[in-house]
């Protein structure tokens, strides 16, 4: 497997602009979460799917941010406007029924 | 809500050195994981303990859970340079999430 594939590795863009973060998990794990990483506040829990239905959003920061998982092979995170405040390395990760988790490599955001 | 506490948040050390790294807990953990996360990658989990006073070993790296399970411990003996990383504890908030603590980032120096 080639573990879980996060796309693109890297995203500069400028404020207002809209941002969408692509995820394929591991083939057969039922849960997908999504997580922010900044040196100031750590890894911080966003969204979390479980068969592709959302559990858990109380992470996500404001209604500029929505996540959707269409299927049990995809997930975007997408944030519209975008701020400034908002560039940190976003990560995926998805496990298979309480098991432990298989992040991607991250996208690095950067909103200028 | 639990709060998960790292320390040190830094560690220096040099090669062949031995250390140790904490996360504690307010409240009794359900269970507790820790991931080393690389630079400019995901964490990757290093192991899971769930029993009260477990004891893990993964080569050169001991966990333990303590026995009220509200503490755990890594210890790395003989540090190596590729030991360097960000060394999170996580824990099963509630469903299936997790959440971490902020780290423990180590450097050993060749």
């Known amino acids: 497997d080639a573990g879980v594939i996060q796309s693109p590795r890297h995203e500069v863009t400028e404020m207002g602009q809209e941002v969408t973060l692509r995820c394929k998990p591991i083939s057969g794990h039922n849960s997908l979460f999504w997580y922010r990483q900044t040196m100031m506040r750590g890894l911080e829990l966003l969204i979390y799917?479980?068969?592709?239905?959302?559990?858990?959003d109380s992470g996500m920061p404001e209604d500029r941010f929505s996540a959707k998982m269409p299927n049990a092979s995809f997930s975007t995170l997408k944030i519209q406007p975008s701020e400034p405040r908002d560039s940190a390395v976003y990560f995926c990760?998805?496990?298979?029924?309480?098991?432990?988790?298989?992040f991607g490599s991250g996208t690095r955001l950067t909103v200028v | 809500t639990q709060l998960l506490e790292q320390s040190p948040q830094f560690l220096s050390i040099q090669e062949g050195e031995n250390l140790t790294v904490y996360c504690n807990s307010s409240s009794v953990f359900s269970s507790l994981q820790w991931y080393r996360q690389e630079p400019g990658e995901g964490p990757v989990l290093l192991v899971t303990?769930?029993?009260?006073?477990e004891v893990k070993k993964l080569k050169r790296l001991t966990f333990q859970f303590g026995d009220a399970r509200k503490d755990s411990s890594l210890h790395i003996t003989a540090a190596q340079p590729g030991d360097t990383g960000l060394y999170l504890c996580?824990?099963?908030?509630?469903?299936?999430?997790?959440?971490f603590g902020a780290g423990t980032r180590l450097t050993v120096k060749p």
């Open positions: 996580a824990e099963r908030f509630g469903g299936d999430d997790m959440r």
């Open positions: 799917f479980n068969n592709n239905v959302p559990i858990d």
């Open positions: 303990v769930v029993t009260g006073g």
């Open positions: 990760a998805s496990s298979f029924s309480g098991g432990g988790y298989t």
